[in-house]
């Protein structure tokens, strides 16, 4: 497993950017697959956005042409850059990272988004 923390959340305005950081606690550039999760109020936690060891993305529908996702193996980030924000993007966001069975088993603490109308 790896230690995970993510960063860069907070309060915007609908339409506005934010950058999600998540830092981890050793090298990231043999871990296949990295993304983020993000879990509203009342909803259960969903995937947004995912990784490949290539850097090959794959996002949900819901965020399809507004964020993106990248990872910098040297500096052991994955980062999620959303743009558009919507207030229904408002909620905890997660970092995980998959173990080679393809288990998201590391998870970070998570880091708020909150998008005001």
């Known amino acids: 497993q790896v230690q995970l923390v993510e960063s860069g959340g907070g309060l915007v305005q609908a339409g506005g950017s934010l950058r999600l950081s998540c830092a981890a606690s050793r090298s990231i550039f043999s871990i296949n697959g990295m993304g983020w999760y993000r879990q509203a109020p009342g909803k259960e936690r969903e995937l947004v956005a995912l990784i490949s060891s290539g850097g090959s993305p794959g996002y949900a529908d819901s965020v399809k042409g507004r964020f993106t996702i990248s990872r910098d193996n040297a500096k052991n980030t994955l980062y999620l850059q959303m743009s558009s924000l919507k207030p229904e993007d408002t909620a905890m966001y997660y970092c995980?990272?998959?173990?080679?069975?393809?288990?998201?088993?590391?998870w970070g603490q998570g880091t708020q988004v909150t998008v005001s109308s």
């Open positions: 995980a990272a998959r173990d080679p069975g393809g288990v998201f088993n590391s």
